[in-house]
C-alpha cells in the first residue's frame, strides 16, 4: 500500500511488537476503519489523528482469557479495571459459571455463581439473550463467551449433590448446543466446587462430545489443584480427548503447602498430553488465589484473607485467623459463621507460579473479581505485571514472549479471529505501553488502583483509552466462528 494514502488513524514512531513472539520493529502503523491498513515507513501519509509513540511498545490489546466480567460487561461497560491495563478482549464464562443460558430454579444464587452478581444480574435464559445484551451496552472491550457446566446445572437441578441423570443430561446438552448455535466459543466446567464435584465422567463426556463435535473449546477449573493434581489433569485430558475437543486448563497452579514443588511434574504431564491433542493452560502472576470461602480450604498453613461475609459484613478486610481469635472460637468455625464469604488465599509458592508462568502452552489471564468489593489486585494490575515485574525486572522471559501470551497465542486458542497480531488486516486493538514507567500499582491492601505506563489503548479501531483517561467505548460480543 502507497505510503501516500490518508488513514482514519497513524500511530508513528511505535517499536512495535507483533505478537508472535518476533522482535520489536520500529514503524508507523495506520488504521482504516476497524483494521490495521498498513505498517512501516509510512512518511507521506496523512491521517484525520497522528499519534506519535514517542518510542513507546505497540502490542495488540491483551486479551484476559480468563475472567469473570459477564455481568459487568454490561453492568459496568466502561471496564476500567481491564482498560487501564491494556486488555482489549476479555474471555468470560469460566470456572463452571456464566450469565447465560440461565433459569436460576432458586431464590439464592448458587455459589459460586453468586460471584458473578445478585439473582437479578441472571436475566439470560439463552446466549442470544445475553449476546443481545452486551452488544446494547456497548461495552469498552470485546467479550467472548463460554457456557458454564454448573450454569447449565443450575437450570435443572434441585440438589447439587448427585450425578445429573440422564434426562438432565440430554437437557444440558440440548441447552448447550443451542449456546454454541448462537455463538458461544465453547464450555468451562469448575469441578472443584460443590456444585459440580459430584458430576461424573459420563455427565462430562456427554457435553464435552457436544463442544468437540461443535469445534469449540473445553476449559476447566480442574477437580484438585491439592494432593489430586495429577489425576484430576489426566481427567481434563481424557475428557476433551473422548470430545476431539481443544483444552485449556485454567489458572494451574501447585494449591496447597505440601503441593508446593511440583509444578515441573505438572507441566511435564502438559507437554505430553500436547503431543497428541491441543491443550494449554492459563496463569496469573501472583501466589495467592480469589474465590467464594471454600470450607475445604480452611487451613493453619497458609493466610487466609477475608474479603466479604453476607452474615458478617463487620468481620471482612480482615485475616481468618484474627477474626477466629476475636471470636474465640476455632478457624473452621469462623469460616462457617462467616459464610457466605468471600476470601484470598496465599496458597502458592513463587517457585511454582513462575515456572507456569514462563512456560511457551501458558497464557496470561488474571481471573479477577470485578463484583468483591476488595478484590485481589490482579483484577487490576495482572497484565502490567506480567510485563514490568516478571519481563522488565525479574527477566523471566523476554518482552515478545511475555506479549504472544498476552496476545497471539490466546487469539490462537480462543478462536479469535484476526485478533492477537499486528499486521495488515488484522483488528485494530492494539495497546501503546513505556515499559520505563509500566508498574502495576494494585496490591492486597489497596487493590484498587489502575496501572501506571498504558499510554493509549485501542479496540476496534476506536481510541477507547488515552492518557488515563477513558474516550470511546467500541467493543462488542465476538461470536465463535465468526468477524
Given at each position: 500500500m502507497s505510503s501516500s494514502h490518508h488513514f482514519d488513524v497513524l500511530i508513528r514512531g511505535a517499536r512495535v511488537l507483533d505478537g508472535t513472539g518476533a522482535p520489536a520493529l520500529e514503524a508507523d502503523v495506520a488504521i482504516s476503519g476497524e483494521r490495521i491498513a498498513a505498517l512501516g515507513n509510512l512518511d507521506g501519509a496523512s491521517a484525520g489523528q497522528v499519534i506519535d509513540a514517542h518510542g513507546c511498545y505497540l502490542a495488540p490489546g491483551f486479551i484476559d482469557v480468563h475472567t469473570h466480567d459477564d455481568t459487568n460487561v454490561i453492568r459496568t461497560p466502561e471496564m476500567l479495571p481491564k482498560l487501564t491495563?491494556?486488555?482489549?478482549?476479555?474471555?468470560?464464562?469460566?470456572?463452571?459459571?456464566?450469565?447465560?443460558?440461565?433459569?436460576?430454579?432458586?431464590?439464592?444464587?448458587?455459589?459460586?455463581?453468586?460471584?458473578?452478581?445478585?439473582?437479578?444480574?441472571?436475566?439470560?435464559?439463552?446466549?442470544?439473550?445475553?449476546?443481545?445484551?452486551?452488544?446494547?451496552?456497548?461495552?469498552?472491550?470485546n467479550v467472548a463467551a463460554l457456557v458454564g457446566h454448573t450454569a447449565l446445572r443450575a437450570n435443572l437441578m434441585d440438589a447439587f449433590d448427585r450425578p445429573a441423570t440422564r434426562d438432565e443430561i440430554e437437557s444440558m446438552r440440548s441447552a448447550l448446543k443451542q449456546a454454541l448455535d448462537e455463538g458461544a466459543i465453547g464450555m468451562s466446567s469448575g469441578l472443584a466446587y460443590k456444585n459440580a464435584r459430584h458430576a461424573p465422567l459420563e455427565e462430562m463426556h456427554a457435553l464435552v462430545d457436544e463442544v468437540g463435535r461443535r469445534g469449540a473449546l473445553y476449559t476447566t477449573h480442574l477437580r484438585d489443584?491439592?494432593?489430586?493434581?495429577?489425576?484430576?489433569?489426566?481427567?481434563?485430558?481424557?475428557?476433551?480427548?473422548?470430545?476431539?475437543?481443544?483444552?485449556?486448563?485454567?489458572?494451574?497452579?501447585?494449591?496447597?503447602?505440601?503441593?508446593?514443588?511440583?509444578?515441573?511434574?505438572?507441566?511435564?504431564?502438559?507437554?505430553?498430553?500436547?503431543?497428541?491433542?491441543?491443550?494449554?493452560?492459563?496463569?496469573?502472576?501472583?501466589?495467592?488465589?480469589?474465590?467464594?470461602?471454600?470450607?475445604?480450604?480452611?487451613?493453619?498453613?497458609?493466610?487466609?484473607?477475608?474479603?466479604?461475609?453476607?452474615?458478617?459484613?463487620?468481620?471482612?478486610?480482615?485475616?481468618?485467623?484474627?477474626?477466629?481469635?476475636?471470636?474465640?472460637?476455632?478457624?473452621?468455625?469462623?469460616?462457617?459463621?462467616?459464610?457466605?464469604?468471600?476470601?484470598?488465599?496465599?496458597?502458592?509458592?513463587?517457585?511454582?507460579?513462575?515456572?507456569?508462568?514462563?512456560?511457551?502452552?501458558?497464557?496470561?489471564?488474571?481471573?479477577?473479581?470485578?463484583?468483591?468489593?476488595?478484590?485481589?489486585?490482579?483484577?487490576?494490575?495482572a497484565f502490567p505485571r506480567v510485563i514490568a515485574h516478571y519481563c522488565r525486572d525479574e527477566k523471566l522471559f523476554e518482552l515478545p514472549e511475555a506479549i504472544r501470551k498476552m496476545t497471539s497465542l490466546s487469539a490462537r486458542n480462543f478462536g479469535l479471529t484476526d485478533r492477537g497480531e499486528i499486521r495488515e488486516g488484522a483488528f485494530a486493538d492494539l495497546t501503546l505501553f513505556d515499559l520505563a514507567t509500566l508498574e502495576d500499582v494494585a496490591t492486597f491492601s489497596d487493590p484498587i488502583a489502575p496501572a501506571r505506563g498504558i499510554e493509549l489503548v485501542m479496540v476496534n479501531g476506536r481510541i477507547a483509552y488515552q492518557g488515563g483517561v477513558p474516550v470511546e467505548r467500541a467493543g462488542r460480543l465476538l461470536y465463535r466462528g465468526a468477524v
Open positions: 491495563q491494556g486488555v482489549t478482549t476479555v474471555i468470560v464464562g469460566n470456572c463452571g459459571i456464566s450469565a447465560s443460558p440461565v433459569r436460576l430454579r432458586s431464590s439464592a444464587v448458587p455459589d459460586p455463581m453468586n460471584l458473578l452478581g445478585h439473582r437479578e444480574d441472571f436475566v439470560y435464559p439463552s446466549f442470544a439473550n445475553y449476546a443481545e445484551a452486551v452488544n446494547a451496552a456497548g461495552p469498552a472491550v489443584e491439592f494432593a489430586g493434581l495429577p489425576e484430576a489433569m489426566e481427567e481434563a485430558f481424557a475428557t476433551a480427548r473422548h470430545g476431539g475437543a481443544e483444552l485449556v486448563i485454567s489458572h494451574l497452579k501447585c494449591a496447597g503447602v505440601g503441593n508446593w514443588g511440583n509444578a515441573p511434574l505438572a507441566l511435564e504431564r502438559l507437554e505430553q498430553a500436547a503431543l497428541s491433542q491441543t491443550c494449554h493452560c492459563d496463569c496469573y502472576p501472583y501466589t495467592a488465589g480469589s474465590s467464594t470461602l471454600d470450607l475445604g480450604q480452611v487451613t493453619d498453613e497458609i493466610n487466609i484473607f477475608i474479603t466479604w461475609s453476607e452474615p458478617h459484613p463487620e468481620m471482612a478486610r480482615q485475616p481468618l485467623d484474627e477474626i477466629a481469635r476475636v471470636w474465640a472460637v476455632s478457624l473452621m468455625e469462623a469460616a462457617m459463621r462467616l459464610q457466605p464469604a468471600g476470601a484470598v488465599y496465599h496458597n502458592m509458592s513463587e517457585a511454582d507460579m513462575t515456572r507456569i508462568l514462563s512456560h511457551p502452552l501458558t497464557m496470561v489471564g488474571s481471573d479477577g473479581l470485578p463484583n468483591d468489593p476488595h478484590p485481589h489486585p490482579r483484577l487490576w494490575g
